[in-house]
RNA sequence: UCCUCAGUAGCUCAAUGGUAGAGCAUCCGGCUGUUAACCGGAGGGUUGUAGGUUCGAGUCCUACCUGAGGAGCCA
């Protein structure tokens, strides 16, 4: 929402302009960790409002559901408009962005349906697990008849099973011969479900009717083969239950049409409603938990390393400090500098930029691991490429040379992209169809050539050969522009490429030497559209190298006190490398903004939500 | 941090220095096993903020705020 808007908001509301949701209209002001409804964990049953409803009971707001939700719009403030809109006829939308988009030829046979539909709707497709329905059972979650649209679409349940499914409308088209048609989303796959919803239904007429996007409900009823096109099952509903409405539509930031991606920056706690941003959520979750099955399956130990780190290490980027000192009554030296001895650490402290340097301790001693986790970087960076909070996946394997470092990041790369290939298989053809043509296509190409590796001076003279004209010249000891990494990955190879070998002079410390003296063992894999996605090397292994290197670059070795005695007892050559889990997310989606694939982005200036 | 561009209805955008507009969304009416539904109507604005130039500023000038793209830093 634009500033002025926000201020509007915020002056009817009579409170000081701020950059937040809470000035969106129509949309509750209480945020996720403020006390409200957002943050109860009480079950359905217990929320649920009544069944029976008069139009009297809706204007009255219900004001024991908003009690018992612990805020007040936990239930709808239903105005004077909305009891005119109960008499009235409805209204019929149908955007471009919530329509279906898989849907399944009725003419296909049973079994050949439920293998397409697997593939089509991902994993949550597959029926639940014998135990994971007990589990579900014993916790009182899930009755046996409860069902997740994915299931429902994925062949799981055949036609005719009496069924019931939860989730939040997408859109409602009507018909004045007595029928309504509800789009249902429960986030378990990219497509809705159709429900049919008769006229006949008790509540069709008072709430039926009057459902928009937006709004949540519990659908009862039969899974039968659908009479329109562009779905194959439906539900014939024999009750619906709102569980609850949207209070005001004509400002729910949701309508149902195209948005940009900056406004649905700007309601970051709603846009999971989109397909866009749901699709995200389900691709970053299937890459995450790939990120875990490969490690796992390849013999390494997940380390939680620190979030919080004393040390200022290795230059990478600006630090957020870590600080419970009176920052109005700030203890001072004799120098008058902040005196860090009276803070909680009892000395300086913050977030981490890398758990590499704890990682290799670990990697000292169990030989292959790995750390996966949130990072924060205080750079000044305004680009589409760059978050203060980013998360990074961070091997480290012991008796491994650079060569077998670039194997296991072209492993790991190529297992992630398979993986999401075939578990979201629905959302990644939305992708293809509307955010990037190339998403499916460049992925399977990645996952079916070996990747190009060229070393820095090969790729130094490829560029010079170029004749391409670069507005930064390109020379040996130079650091590699954007431009040039993008001719390399997109215009000479036209692939993920992995150079190795860069000059000392602009690499950090803790990179082995390589024999000649003048490079040492790096590794950037550079992706197409993204630029760096990897970057790792061989680490020096040998003290007196360490050591020549810690002076080179300037750096005080006392705080390395303890990353030196890695080196002094039992040291082995090492290699591991950190991956960008936004760069990878935005290079499988296509999403160009790395700010759209982190549910809350935090940017310079702005940590909303 | 630097460079460039942009802020007008809920959203996306028009508007020679001379009365503020459209599409979508919302609401209402009509029509239909619908599916980007369709047809008709209505409501909706301190043109980002503060100054300035002018008879007159959405439009020109200055500063600031916000956003985007690119660069640097990096993942």
């Not at 204007?59 to 239903?78: D, M, T």
């Not at 997408?170 to 029928?179: E, F, V, Y």
């Not at 941003?277 to 997940?302: I, T």
């Not at 996605?533 to 005080?556: K, M, N, P, T, Y």
């Amino acid at each position: 929402m634009r500033s002025h808007v926000r201020r509007r908001q915020a002056e009817r509301d009579g409170c000081r302009p701020r950059r937040s949701c809470d000035a969106v209209p129509g949309v509750p002001s209480g945020q996720p960790g403020q006390s409200g409804s957002n943050q109860l964990t009480v079950s359905r049953s217990e929320c649920s409002p009544p069944r029976s409803r008069s139009p009297q009971r809706r204007a009255s707001g219900r004001p024991g559901l908003a009690r018992k939700c612990g805020g007040s719009h936990a239930g709808p403030q239903v105005s004077a408009r909305n009891r005119r809109r109960s008499q009235q006829g409805p209204s019929k939308v149908m955007p471009r962005d919530v329509r279906p988009r898989c849907s399944l030829s009725r003419a296909d046979g049973p079994a050949r349906r439920v293998a397409l539909s697997q593939r089509r709707y991902g994993p949550g497709a597959r029926r639940r697990s014998p135990a994971v329905n007990e589990v579900a059972r014993s916790c009182k979650l899930v009755s046996m008849a409860k069902r997740e649209i994915a299931e429902l679409l994925g062949g799981a349940v055949g036609v005719g099973t009496e069924v019931a499914v939860r989730g939040w409308v997408r859109t409602r088209r009507d018909s004045k011969a007595g029928l309504s048609f509800l789009q249902i989303n429960d986030g378990s796959c990219f497509a809705s479900l159709q429900v049919v919803a008769d006229g006949t239904l008790p509540n069709y007429v008072q709430e039926v009717q009057h459902l928009g996007s937006g709004c949540a409900v519990t659908v009862r009823g039969e899974l039968v083969e659908s009479l329109g096109r562009g779905q194959s099952v439906e539900i014939r509903a024999t009750e619906i239950a709102v569980e609850g409405w949207v209070d005001d539509p004509d400002t729910y930031p949701i309508s149902p049409k195209r948005h940009s991606f900056e406004f649905l920056r700007e309601v970051a706690h709603l846009r999971p409603r989109t397909n866009t941003f749901g699709a995200v959520a389900r691709v970053r979750n299937c890459l995450a938990q790939a990120v875990h099955r490969f490690f796992d399956d390849s013999g390494y130990l997940w380390i939680h390393t620190p979030i919080i780190t004393a040390s200022d290490t290795e230059g990478a980027g600006e630090l957020f400090r870590v600080s419970t000192l009176d920052l109005a009554r700030l203890p001072r030296d004799a120098d008058g500098a902040p005196d860090f001895s009276d803070d909680f650490f009892g000395r300086e402290a913050f977030l981490t930029v890398s758990g590499q340097l704890n990682v290799e301790a670990y990697c000292l001693a169990l030989s292959k691991v790995y750390t996966f986790g949130p990072t924060f970087r205080a750079e000044n960076s305004n680009t589409s490429r760059h978050l203060a909070e980013f998360w990074m996946i961070e091997p480290e394997t012991a008796f491994a040379d650079l060569s077998d470092n670039a194997d296991l990041a072209e492993a790991l790369l190529k297992h992630l992209f398979r993986t999401v290939l075939e578990e979201r298989a629905d959302d990644m053809e939305f992708f293809a169809q509307r955010i990037h043509p190339e998403a499916i296509r460049r992925l399977q190409a990645v996952v079916d050539q070996p990747f190009e590796r060229m070393t820095y001076a090969e790729a130094v003279r490829a560029l010079q050969n170029a004749k391409t004209k670069f507005a930064f010249e390109v020379s040996w000891g130079s650091d590699l522009q954007s431009e040039h990494e993008r001719y390399l990955t997109e215009e000479y190879v036209r692939r993920p490429v992995v150079v190795t070998n860069y000059p000392k002079g602009i690499k950090p410390f803790y990179m082995r030497l390589d024999d000649g003296g003048e490079t040492v063992a790096a590794m950037d894999v550079l992706a197409p559209g993204i630029g760096e996605i990897v970057g790792g090397s061989q680490r020096e292994e040998r003290l007196d190298v360490l050591d020549i290197r810690l002076a080179e670059c300037g750096i005080d070795p006392e705080p390395y006190g303890w990353y030196r005695d890695l080196r002094r007892y039992g040291t082995v050559p090492h290699a591991g490398f950190g991956l960008g889990l936004e760069r990878t997310i935005s290079y499988v989606t296509g999403m160009a903004n790395v700010r759209d694939v982190i549910p809350f982005p935090r940017t310079p200036g702005s940590a909303d939500f």
